[in-house]
């Protein structure tokens, strides 16, 4: 129940790596474009790209995904642990 509790709260440490960041931030400029291009023709999807776009821009800002998170997976690099490690920066395990 912890570990659910910890993952609704937001309160677990970064768990995605540059790559994915960089990844993520694309998808995320893919659907503000793609969004703005719809908003006269389908109000609907333009508003759900609009929420993909947030998600994935909070997600970048922040280096935490919950659905990564729930699943168990840490993207980040051994080079990026390192580094991490040096700055004192804390990161899933």
């Avoid at 990844?23 to 793609?34: N, T």
């Avoid at 609907?44 to 919950?66: D, E, H, N, P, R």
């Avoid at 642990?81 to 990161?91: E, H, P, R």
């Amino acid at each position: 129940m912890n570990y659910i509790l910890k993952g609704i709260t937001y309160s677990y440490n970064r768990n995605i790596g540059w790559q994915d960041r960089t990844v993520r931030s694309l998808v995320g400029i893919g659907a503000l474009v793609a969004s703005v291009y719809l908003m006269n023709s389908n109000l609907l999807l333009s508003i759900g790209l609009a929420t993909l776009f947030i998600a994935q821009l909070i997600t970048v800002l922040s280096a935490k995904c919950i659905i990564c998170y729930f699943a168990g997976v840490c993207t980040i690099s051994i080079n990026e642990k390192d580094s991490l490690d040096k700055k004192g920066i804390a990161y899933e395990r």
